[in-house]
Nanobody, 125 residues
Framework: VQLQASGGGSVKPGGSLKLSCAAS????????IAWFRQVPGKMREGISC????????YYADSVKGRFTISRDSAKNTVYLQMNSLKPEDTGVYYC???????????????????WGRGTLVTVSS
């Protein structure tokens, strides 16, 4: 199983980025998928997830209304569209598959079976 994350980079505040996470060896249709973010000195935080059972979504308060998680079944790829980026969004972003995603309870992770390598997002003027 491999998850390949891409799309990180440097952007100015207010800008947008779209992260991608391509999967092989696992069908993203069959598992919950999530994006986590890690900032230096802080614990890795689950910021969004997509449930496999009903495709409901969860967003942390810090990104709600600005980030959108989606899945392309044909490409077996999950995306994180990030708009109105802020300096505090800076960090390493990880995609993950096969774990807990309970949007109605606001619960994501932290234990996921499959992880991609992180992709760095830097938001700075």
């Amino acid at each position: 199983v491999q998850l390949q994350a891409s799309g990180g980079g440097s952007v100015k505040p207010g800008g947008s980025l779209k992260l991608s996470c391509a999967a092989s060896g696992v069908s993203l249709d069959d598992h919950a998928i999530a994006w986590f973010r890690q900032v230096p000195g802080k614990m890795r935080e689950g910021i969004s997830c997509l449930s496999s059972s009903d495709s409901s979504t969860y967003y942390a308060d810090s990104v709600k209304g600005r980030f959108t998680i989606s899945r392309d079944s044909a490409k077996n790829t999950v995306y994180l569209q990030m708009n109105s980026l802020k300096p505090e969004d800076t960090g390493v972003y990880y995609c993950a598959a096969d774990g807990i995603c309970l949007p109605a309870l606001g619960i994501v992770g932290p234990q996921y079976d499959h992880w991609g390598r992180g992709t760095l997002v830097t938001v700075s003027s």
